[in-house]
């Protein structure tokens, strides 16, 4: 714990300063990050399509081990990968796997995949009050919003709902049925998680830092146009005739959707592009020690109807590399301990919008 954590979340004007660097460095923050930021809110893990009937996906969330488990009735289910016997994980290997139950390495208690215990050997041996059903898996909370995959470590869960905002009514109609996942990468960056997240998030930057690559996407600074919920705030900017004379749009859109590009930054490290071609891009960063991230890239499009995927994966990789190398020259800034906390543009409000959110989870103990 810092011992002077209050003071430096405390700033004169949050509306207008960003947070000192001493928070993007500190090694005593992380742990509470994850205790009171990563285990207390909806956290994205994934589309749902990529798990089969009967199928386990072993997934490292908030610095947990959690098996994500698609029953062979369909039912999607969560726990935590730690037996009930004597907290072995329950499975080493992590990415998916199909099994028709879930048997712990160390002496082998058999689980069925929703969970319950099913049996372990040398059941005589135990005390006569021993009994299955009284030691199933730890259950974690879990949602679908358009088939991606929600989980929340905290009991009861927050509202899921509530989370989202107005995501699912601003992107009805974007995720078709043959949208499918044609992306996923992940890259280690050296710099705090919220740098990643703050960048993310800045509006200020794109029409100079990305001149070559989003910002061929975005229409002028003058149209952006931002708005901003509980947890997720949302830039909107059209798309520049370029775009459009490329790229064939989701005619079923609304007027404004079908000419706009919509960018979503949600608590607490998450991001979700919209573009109306059908391409959804998930931006997830994740805690990798204090000074090192990792940024997972999950893009979605509809075969044959987006941008193809050699394309999109080129522009992608070219603008977040402008924004590694931009992201992990600012993380030097903060660690070279002159920086205080900067005054911030209008057009990183919903920098301000995440930082406020951060600040409250972060005091509230
Ligand atoms: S720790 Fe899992 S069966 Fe003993
Ligand atoms: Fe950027």
Request: with cysteine; glycine share 6%.
């Given at each position: 714990?810092?011992a ?35 285990r ?6 994934g589309?749902?399509?990529?798990l ?14 959690l ?5 062979r009735?369909h ?10 016997h004597?907290a ?17 390495p160390y002496?082998a ?9 099913i049996?372990?050997p ?8 021993f009994d299955?059903?009284?030691f199933?898996?730890?259950?974690v ?6 088939n ?15 989370f989202?905002?107005?995501?699912p009514t ?8 043959t949208?499918?996942?044609?992306i996923?990468?992940?890259y ?46 949302c830039?909107y900017t059209p ?5 459009r ?9 609304s ?28 931006i997830?960063?994740e ?11 999950e ?13 999109l ?6 603008f ?9 020259g600012?993380q030097k800034g903060?660690?070279?301990g002159?920086?205080q ?25």
């Amino acid at each position: 714990m810092i011992a002077n954590l209050p003071d430096l979340l405390t700033v004169a004007n949050p509306d207008a300063y960003f947070f000192p660097g001493q928070l993007y460095t500190d090694p005593a923050l992380l742990p509470l990050e994850q205790e009171r930021i990563f285990r207390r809110t909806w956290l994205y893990a994934g589309d749902a399509a990529q798990l089969a009937p009967g199928q386990v996906w072993v997934k490292e969330v908030a610095g947990l081990s959690l098996l994500i488990v698609r029953d062979r009735d369909h039912q999607l289910r969560a726990f935590h990968n730690v037996c009930p016997h004597r907290a072995s994980p329950l499975c080493t290997q992590s990415g998916v796997q199909s099994l028709k139950h879930i048997i712990c390495p160390y002496h082998a208690w058999v689980y069925g995949l929703d969970g319950k215990l099913i049996g372990a050997p040398s059941h005589d041996r135990f005390p006569d009050t021993f009994d299955t059903p009284d030691f199933p898996l730890v259950p974690v909370a879990i949602a679908l919003w358009d088939n991606f995959i929600f989980v929340c470590l905290s009991e009861p869960p927050c509202d899921l709902t509530k989370f989202l905002g107005d995501i699912p009514t601003a992107l009805q109609g974007y995720r078709q049925p043959t949208t499918e996942l044609v992306i996923q990468k992940h890259y280690i960056v050296a710099c705090n998680w919220k740098n990643y997240h703050d960048n993310t998030l800045c509006d200020y930057h794109v029409a100079i830092a990305h001149r070559q690559t989003l910002n061929k996407v975005q229409g002028p600074i003058r149209h952006y146009e931002h708005s901003f919920g509980d947890y997720v705030n949302c830039l909107y900017t059209p798309t520049t005739p370029g775009w459009r004379a490329d790229n064939a749009v989701l005619e079923h859109l609304s007027d404004r959707n079908r000419y706009g590009f919509l960018t979503f930054g949600m608590f607490p490290n998450l991001h979700l592009l919209a573009f109306p071609n059908g391409v959804l891009a998930w931006i997830q960063i994740e805690p990798n020690g204090v000074e090192s991230c990792r940024v997972n890239l999950e893009v979605f499009a509809i075969p044959g109807f987006s941008t193809p995927t050699e394309i999109l994966l080129k522009d992608f990789e070219d603008f977040m590399q402008e924004d590694m190398d931009l992201t992990e020259g600012v993380q030097k800034g903060y660690a070279s301990g002159v920086y205080q906390s900067g005054m911030a543009n209008h057009l990183e409000d919903r920098i301000i919008h995440q930082q406020k959110l951060i600040r409250q989870h972060l005091l509230n103990a």
